[in-house]
């Protein structure tokens, strides 16, 4: 962590509980008022301890982030050459390109990857590229912080999303916004579980409280068609095999990947929506 990261993350942070002021200390952060004190693990604050359900799908989807199993391995190279997912428009991308220099960027559920160096990650899992510990619904941020929120397909794996949501507006500065892409025709993938796919009406529904909501088609139909195509056979024929699965996915998407470019000629806020395989909100405070 860089040294201007740590002093923007320590100038903004406060207690997860009682939101009161919080004293960094060498080995840990304490809260004087309700006496919390969370450790430090190479300079990064620990305030959430996941307790999680270890099932074979999310053991599959951590070992893929981890590239750290043979099977893993392939599925990520393979999924570099031949995918269903594609995006005629990288919302990310222009949605940072919108923030200025000095103002404060979270992503919530960052796992381990670096959108950018001004980028402050915020995750419940202590990943490489990681600053904060936190549950996404009960974050160390002071109210009404920060200027831009980033949730890359999170709220599926959020138990209870609408107070993720609800979290994301306390934190949010008047005229923050919150860029949000959720699945929506889309197979199960639990890591650590996956509780929920999203529609149009349920983004609008969510985002209600804010005070403007534009959603679009972030990966349109024909992703969304070509992913399930080859995830039923693949699933169909492998079983339990994780192994097997990866080769016959791979198998069926060769002859039909390139299928998902027909995206392109989709409009992003017409009917395509209702059968999308992603949508992305941006949400105005």
């Given at each position: 962590?860089t040294?201007t990261?740590l002093?923007q993350?320590?100038?903004?942070?406060?207690?997860?509980?009682?939101?009161?002021?919080?004293?960094?200390l060498?080995?840990?952060?304490l809260c004087?008022?309700?006496?919390c004190?969370?450790?430090i693990?190479s300079?990064?604050?620990?305030?959430?301890?996941?307790d999680?359900?270890?099932?074979?799908?999310?053991?599959?989807?951590?070992?893929?982030?981890?590239?750290?199993?043979?099977?893993?391995?392939?599925?990520?190279?393979?999924?570099?050459?031949?995918?269903?997912?594609?995006?005629?428009?990288?919302?990310?991308?222009?949605?940072?390109?919108?923030?200025?220099?000095?103002?404060?960027?979270?992503?919530?559920?960052?796992?381990?990857?670096?959108?950018r160096?001004?980028?402050?990650?915020?995750?419940?899992?202590l990943?490489?590229?990681?600053?904060?510990?936190?549950?996404?619904?009960k974050?160390?941020f002071?109210n009404?912080?920060?200027?831009?929120?980033?949730?890359?397909?999170?709220l599926?794996?959020?138990?209870?999303?609408?107070?993720?949501i609800?979290?994301?507006?306390?934190?949010l500065?008047p005229?923050?916004?919150?860029?949000?892409?959720?699945?929506?025709?889309?197979?199960?993938?639990?890591?650590?579980?996956?509780?929920f796919?999203?529609?149009?009406?349920?983004?609008?529904?969510?985002?209600?409280?804010?005070?403007?909501?534009?959603?679009?088609?972030?990966?349109?139909?024909?992703?969304?068609?070509?992913?399930?195509?080859?995830?039923?056979?693949?699933?169909?024929?492998?079983?339990?095999?994780?192994?097997?699965?990866?080769?016959?996915?791979?198998?069926?998407?060769?002859?039909?990947?390139?299928?998902?470019?027909?995206?392109?000629?989709?409009?992003?806020t017409?009917?395509?929506?209702?059968?999308a395989?992603?949508?992305?909100?941006?949400?105005?405070?």
């Amino acid at each position: 962590m860089t040294l201007t990261r740590l002093q923007q993350i320590k100038n903004i942070i406060e207690c997860p509980y009682c939101h009161s002021e919080i004293e960094w200390l060498k080995d840990y952060v304490l809260c004087e008022k309700c006496s919390c004190n969370f450790p430090i693990e190479s300079a990064v604050p620990i305030f959430y301890k996941p307790d999680v359900k270890s099932t074979a799908e999310s053991r599959f989807q951590s070992e893929q982030m981890f590239d750290n199993t043979f099977t893993a391995k392939i599925y990520n190279k393979g999924r570099k050459l031949i995918s269903s997912e594609f995006m005629p428009k990288n919302h990310i991308l222009e949605f940072l390109k919108r923030t200025n220099s000095g103002d404060i960027i979270i992503e919530i559920g960052s796992g381990n990857r670096r959108l950018r160096g001004d980028v402050i990650n915020l995750d419940i899992f202590l990943f490489p590229n990681v600053d904060i510990v936190a549950d996404g619904v009960k974050t160390p941020f002071k109210n009404n912080i920060v200027d831009f929120v980033v949730l890359d397909t999170v709220l599926e794996h959020v138990p209870e999303p609408g107070k993720i949501i609800a979290e994301i507006f306390r934190i949010l500065k008047p005229g923050g916004e919150c860029i949000c892409i959720v699945p929506f025709i889309f197979p199960y993938h639990g890591y650590p579980a996956h509780y929920f796919n999203f529609s149009k009406d349920g983004l609008d529904f969510l985002f209600k409280d804010f005070s403007d909501c534009k959603v679009e088609l972030n990966m349109g139909p024909t992703s969304a068609m070509v992913n399930l195509f080859s995830e039923y056979f693949a699933v169909a024929i492998s079983g339990e095999n994780k192994f097997i699965y990866t080769l016959c996915k791979g198998a069926i998407l060769i002859p039909t990947f390139f299928l998902k470019y027909l995206d392109v000629f989709w409009n992003p806020t017409g009917r395509g929506i209702n059968i999308a395989s992603h949508l992305c909100a941006v949400a105005k405070k």
